[in-house]
């Protein structure tokens, strides 16, 4: 079966600071990918990051960037030079590549960015 | 601007109500899918259509029903309300490509059931 953990309910970090935000996941599946999607409070779904498993290099988008350890089953996002606008939640989701119509969303992470 | 488009935003229903929720993508993509999000559950699948013609059953489908009308609308319809279905519902569609940007989301229904 497959299972996306978030254990991080909740989390602060101050304005210019680097975040983490965790992500483990369980699949007995080879060729799978796995991304980041951030909601803000409005409440749209959006699109943040991309990691294929046999992706060598750990994927980056701008100020966000997938440390993307196979090993460990662990695909946590890290945002640098975290800005108010990044306050969200953050689900960490898993898609198989033989069964491209199911996502595995991880329950997600609150984030809130002090100034 | 293309993307998914649901309505309503917002809707309270009776108990034992019916409703449809629309979704419409004008992104030509194949599969389109409902899920729900409640607190701390993530999203949960309840139909997809992987294209037009097709649909099937997600993780909690009970309660639901389904219609792909053409390849750009799908649709879910609630037959009789009930209190456990207060959530807020997703639309989404993607292509067919594995190397893909996941989904593309539509802003979300609000549903409350009382």
């Known amino acids: 079966a497959q299972k996306i953990t978030q254990t991080q309910p909740g989390m602060f970090v101050q304005e210019k600071e680097a975040v983490t935000l965790d992500c483990t996941y369980d699949t007995s599946d080879q060729s799978y990918g796995l991304f980041w999607y951030k909601q803000p409070s409005s409440g749209e779904m959006i699109f943040l990051i991309y990691?294929?498993?046999?992706?060598?290099q750990n994927a980056t988008e701008g100020r966000y960037s997938l440390n993307f350890q196979k090993a460990r089953k662990s695909a946590n996002l890290v945002i640098s030079a975290s800005q108010l606008g990044d306050s969200a939640m953050y689900f960490c989701a898993m898609r198989l590549e033989n069964n491209f119509n199911k996502f595995y969303f991880g329950s997600g992470t609150k984030l809130n960015v002090k100034p | 601007n293309a993307g998914v488009t649901q309505t309503p935003k917002f809707q309270v229903l009776k108990t034992g109500q019916s409703m449809t929720l629309q979704c419409a993508q004008d992104m030509n993509h194949n599969s389109m899918y409902w899920y729900r999000q409640d607190p701390g559950m993530g999203l949960r699948l309840i139909y997809y259509s992987a294209s037009e013609g097709t649909t099937d059953k997600g993780e909690v489908p009970n309660g639901y029903n389904v219609s792909r009308l053409n390849k750009r609308e799908f649709s879910l319809r609630l037959e009789s309300a009930a209190p456990s279905q207060t959530s807020v519902y997703f639309c989404?569609?993607?292509?067919?490509?594995?190397?893909?940007?996941?989904?593309?989301f539509g802003s979300g229904t609000r549903l409350t059931v009382v």
């Open positions: 989404a569609s993607s292509s067919t490509g594995y190397r893909v940007s996941g989904y593309t």
């Open positions: 990691q294929g498993s046999y992706d060598e």
